[in-house]
Nanobody
Framework: QVQLAESGGGLVQPGGSLRLSCAAS????????MRWYRQAPGKQRELVAG???????NYADSVKGRFTISRDNAKNTVYLQMNSLKPEDTAVYCC?????????WGQGTQVTVSS
């Protein structure tokens, strides 16, 4: 089992920044790729960014150049640095850990971009 705890969400003005964190605990040896997803009201969940254990990253086109995913394997934590935030970035952001057999999800953290 893996437990994930996100933090760092909140209310920010357009153009502002936030850094989300996702701390993993439990059977962490089995974690490989970590991903951030988001879901806005009335919309489908979408993949925002992912990072392998070795550090290879990928991003949704909508966040390229604005968001940066990183991980600290010693702390079993993955981060999502979000810059130049837009109102359309408003969503609940969740992290996912992809294990050997199972995937694990966090509870999510709300990000609201509004003036």
């Amino acid at each position: 089992q893996v437990q994930l705890a996100e933090s760092g969400g909140g209310l920010v003005q357009p153009g502002g920044s936030l850094r989300l964190s996702c701390a993993a605990s439990g059977s962490i040896f089995s974690i490989y790729t970590m991903r951030w997803y988001r879901q806005a009201p009335g919309k489908q969940r979408e993949l925002v960014a992912g990072i392998t254990r070795g550090g290879t990253t990928n991003y949704a086109d909508s966040v390229k150049g604005r968001f940066t995913i990183s991980r600290d394997n010693a702390k079993n934590t993955v981060y999502l640095q979000m810059n130049s935030l837009k109102p359309e970035d408003t969503a609940v952001y969740c992290c996912k850990a992809e294990g050997i057999v199972n995937d694990y999800w966090g509870q999510g953290t709300q990000v609201t971009v509004s003036s």
